[in-house]
């Protein structure tokens, strides 16, 4: 740039871009120098909020301050997903300004202070969630204001509508439209990868849109995606449903109820999940699927999300009138949460249980098919195909029959073609100390074993559980393998394993 093209730069606010490839997760974030003219003369500083436009397409993002040579004065540069989120390329030049004034905060703090949110306040708030002008500490704010049990039935059924209402809306023009959700805290449960191919192939419809992994080693979108594309826009998620009559895709890849993904990235760290955030976030997203039958699977065990039938019971009450009241059927299924689901905890492993499970493989996990079967029956009742008690035998026989494993590939084909799981190069097996029956298996630190051995960004890695509660084992026998892309990721997670010996408990035998 010449001098006079400088300064007339910043009496626009204009910056040129520099690629620093920093990764914020989903937050938007424009990193200039403390050097920055445009900065001085606008008195911007660290965590000011700047609107940042390219084009035709403007972001709300966090300013970061750089020192020293890392970005010149004329430069700026962003955050990998505020880079995709404007479609600029290195070298485009992009305007600064300041954004209009928040006025929906003034409703945030009037919810520090415990009062009470109307219909409008709610739909204000998430309006200006879903638009991204709120930064992580007034998204903690509000997510920090609303736990506890300070929401209301009507405050938590319009969090619903207006989560729902802000972000895009499917129709199918009959009913009834089904979905399931399991409330989670379980490794393995990869449940939904069975239901839909069983409840498409009996003839409903079933678009489900399911989540990646944030503090898991899976979410089903990840085990899903190890065996067919997940990433659809939405014309192409409707046009495999019309087809199929289910799907099973990556929900952030589809505006349904956007403003839940950014409040689930804040609540994760904080490790908050009220029962009324919970609830508004489940139902709003089956609200804009079109939804109007909804299964809810709640495990409930001492290290299961839900951890006393009291908290059950308390839950199921919130969603069953939640649902009520935006006009959703919810039918609500308590089940053991004492321990993982399957043997495979990790992407690749729980898709290869499901495989197993859909063709009818003599070692598939029998846990793992009964639940599925159960879920399955009890959405089809809802539907009111069969009587009551009857559907999971009509689940059962549609399993059985082939035509599930039928259909789950003829879904997996119109996503875009199916594939195997990938394996891991490096294993190691975790033994029993002692003989004895299993007594106890903790989910979380189990969990986090997984994790460690690099699931689910490694999707290959995770591991095989071989020991259920109650089984009998003796010195040496394997309890555990674990399943990693590097060796490295390997060692880690064998180290934790070894720190904590009692992540399966065995009690001795006397």
Not at 168 to 186: N, Q
Not at 381 to 389: C, H, L
Request: aromatic share 4%; hydrophobic share 45%.
């Amino acid at each position: 740039m010449t001098t006079v093209a400088r300064r007339e730069a910043r009496a626009a606010n204009i910056m040129r871009l520099r690629r620093l490839g920093i990764d914020t997760y989903q937050e938007p974030v424009v990193y200039m120098s403390a050097d920055c003219p445009v900065c001085r003369a606008e008195g911007w500083r660290a965590q000011t909020r700047l609107v940042v436009s390219h084009g035709r397409h403007s972001i709300i993002a966090t300013l970061n301050v750089t020192t020293g040579n890392l970005l010149g004065p004329d430069e700026a540069s962003l955050s990998n997903v505020a880079w995709a989120l404007l479609g600029a390329r290195e070298g485009d030049e992009v305007t600064l300004s300041h954004p209009a004034p928040l006025e929906s905060l003034s409703h945030v703090r009037a919810k520090v202070y415990n009062q009470r949110l109307d219909e409008a306040a709610v739909h204000a708030v998430i309006e200006d969630i879903a638009a991204g002008r709120y930064s992580a500490i007034h998204l903690a704010a509000f997510v920090t204001a609303c736990a506890g049990g300070r929401l209301d039935v009507d405050e938590v059924v319009a969090l619903t509508r207006a989560m729902a209402d802000v972000g895009d809306r499917l129709e199918w023009g009959h009913a009834p439209v089904v979905d399931k959700h399991s409330v989670g805290g379980l490794p393995g449960n990869r449940t939904t990868m069975l239901v839909v191919p069983i409840v498409a192939a009996y003839g409903l419809t079933m678009p489900k849109t399911s989540s990646r992994a944030i503090t898991s080693p899976a979410g089903t979108a990840d085990a899903m995606e190890t065996i067919a594309p997940v990433t659809l826009d939405l014309l192409a998620m409707r046009r495999v449903v019309e087809r199929e009559g289910g799907c099973i895709v990556w929900g952030g890849a589809v505006r349904l109820s956007p403003a839940d993904d950014i409040i689930i990235r804040v609540e994760r760290p904080l490790d908050i999940d009220s029962e009324g955030q919970l609830v508004a976030s489940v139902l709003s997203k089956k609200l804009a699927a079109g939804s109007t039958h909804v299964v809810i699977d709640i495990p409930v065990g001492p290290t299961a999300k839900v951890r006393s039938p009291e908290a059950a019971a308390s839950l199921g009450l919130l969603l069953s009138r939640v649902g009520r009241a935006v006009g959703l059927e919810i039918r609500l299924s308590e089940s053991d949460g004492m321990q993982p689901v399957g043997r495979g905890i990790g992407p690749a492993l729980e898709a290869r249980d499901v495989l197993e499970v859909l063709q009818r493989e003599p070692s598939a996990p029998v846990d793992l098919r009964n639940r599925a079967v159960h879920l399955a029956g009890q959405i089809i009742e809802m539907a009111g195909g069969v009587p009551a008690g009857m559907g999971a035998r009509v689940a059962g026989e549609i399993l059985g029959d082939g035509r599930a494993w039928a259909k789950l590939q003829a879904i997996c084909n119109a996503q875009g073609g199916m594939r195997q799981p990938p394996r891991a190069a490096f294993t190691s097996t975790v033994e029993a100390r002692h003989r004895g029956r299993i007594q106890f298996i903790d989910n979380r630190r189990l969990a986090r074993v997984a994790k460690l051995s690099g699931a689910p960004a490694a999707p290959e890695s995770g591991l095989e559980l071989y020991t259920p509660l109650g089984t009998r084992v003796e010195a040496g026998q394997p309890l555990y393998t674990v399943h990693a892309a590097a060796p490295g990721e390997l060692a880690h997670a064998l180290a934790y394993a070894e720190e904590n010996p009692d992540i399966v408990t065995i009690a001795e035998d006397s």
